[in-house]
């Protein structure tokens, strides 16, 4: 036999960035969960379920394969290939649509949640089991559809009971459609977007060339929704470059008509985390917290060039964080030899019953040592104050 | 560019026991195991969530010893040691128990809900990631804590819809202290386990020596409770073995009692699938389908002598093969232009919308298109028979 104090303490001991939710917080997070995926559904959003793993090729395909160095290998012993633990469900939604589902008609609405792992923790998270919930708008090339994802989004998270939400408006294909007119040797233009990701005037300025005037004025067109697009009105842009800000513009409005009390950014040169998008993409903060709980966008699902798509997805570990801690839900204690009918009576009114497996010599006792709040007795349930016990009310 | 025939077949195909769970299974699935656990959260149970992977070493421990050959193992590049992904979950929670919740006040009630991953699939399932929805009773030796799982393990399986439940109880430590008296040379004994395993009476006659008129009687007291019981009354056991059978009565008892019309039998010497447990253990099956639904039973959690636990697994993919397939939720289509309001009232009394991204010449035939049951139209909602449209009345 070990030592058990060893024992225990090695058990207790779980992987850097995993942990054990615990009782109030699991219920609370399954709840929420299935709050936000049950919102995303009204609007039409049908849920799917992709496996935990599968063939690596697949999980890395079009917008997975910028997780890569996240993913945990697995040899399948039956196939002899190896496989991978999804590091992120967007892939596999893309998957869905366009194999399982490629003959519904377009535009496609599905709705996911579930867990992914990463093989390292990111800086601004600890944590490497996380979950996700989502949505997937395939087939529809409209700014009505970018700004719907982004609506809904935002809807699930206020049913979750988020509220203060902020977002964040990009158009990752702006920059590069700017800088395609150049011909910038590799170094060069690596140079130039390293300044403009770190929205470096003076370097983008001596950089930047012919362009130096318009991406200055886009650098200094970061902000709120109306100011930036105050900044952004006039600027002189090539064709492909003249669309993606139109679009940005677009969807702002759309949005803000939507949900007017929303605080909307613009951020017309971010790029850094959105490479994979082809149009509108976002980000949703908590203002006060400054949690990301959710970002989405526009990319092209699997590679396809002939299909489109938009989603969102939420992070429940930053909406949890951003919401207060949940409360223990109380219960009543059914004494040993309580008939069975009075606890089932009880849990028909929505309480929950914690049923006494033995005699006890002191009811009530036992009642506040087994944690209850209440306790049935000869028909009635008696709440236990912390100075004794009273009838409830209830 | 790759040739797109050749990639979408290639994405379609997932490893062997993995599936993608498409609209509308996956919403079902998700809401009849909130239902389940629910439920059970009637009972006092407080749900926990273990992560999806942890150390072998903690994951193979007392009730996870048994499935090391199903675990996925995955090598950690934090801490550079092996990682496994759960089997099973009974394990986890048993060591939440004993280290997270160690002082919290027994008896203890957890529940929870998760998928597991095999490496193989068993020969009576393809499966190998499936869902598991469970309960652990842990603290009580009492008959009354083996009575109560069982109850609401069946009381979880109808919330779900499951009708016609059966119960297989059963009492693993039965045979072994029958035979502990025999001091038999190991080869023999295994023989003799093996013919007992096998229920093969005429090699039981043959090896079991003087405990052989006993085995015999065990051996022909399986079937209905009633049955079973008038068979073993009378038999003359050791004091271990007796304890073990009245246990079984008893426990047989309170479940006829709670449960009138569930149909019982015992299997006194059945052990196979059951090795590690203690007590009193036990299937829930599907009468008709014969799929079993559930097990579970009383185990030594981590191993640790001073604790006892009883508990119980559903099986979610056996589940949902016993109940009807899902239908599809009907949505209203609300044309492009039409105000946001008036989808949302739609949402808010209840109904799915699909909101028409862009402006369509023929409304209706554009709500037939995208799968929608009814249109919205200047403020009707119009539903679409199969030959034409009218009014609808909900």
Redesign the interface.
Known sequence: MSD?MT??G???????????????N??N??RLI?VM?ART????Y??????????E??LL?GPGAALSSRV?R?M????Q?M?G?RADMTA?VA??A?????N??R?L??C??G?V?H???EQVSPER?MVQVGAELIG?H?A??DA?IILVGIEALRAAGIERLSLDLMVPPLVPAVLAGLDLPAAEAARLRAAIDRKDTAAVEELGGKVAPVLTRLLAATGPKDNALAALAGIDLPEEARAALDRLTEVADLVAA?APGLAITLDPVENRGFEYHTGIAFSLFVRGVRAEVGRGGRYRP?G?PNETATGFTLYMEKVLQALPAPK??E?VFVP?GAP?EAAAAL?AEG?????G??PVADVVAEAR???CAAVWQDGKVIALGKAGASEDKA
């Open positions: 058990p024992d225990l090695r058990r207790a001991l779980l992987p850097a960035g995993l942990r054990d939710v615990l009782p109030p699991a219920e997070e399954a299935e995926v559904a009204t609007h039409g049908e849920r799917v379920k992709p496996p935990l793993i599968e063939f090729t697949s395909e945990f697995l399948d012993p039956m196939s290939r496989m633990v596999q998957r869905i366009s194999t399982r589902l490629k519904v008609p535009p609405r599905l996911y949640a867990e792992l093989t390292t923790a089991e529809s409209t009505a559809a719907e939507a699997n396809d223990r839900r219960a040993h069975r849990r309480r929950v019953t914690v049923q497996l033995e040592r087994q944690r």
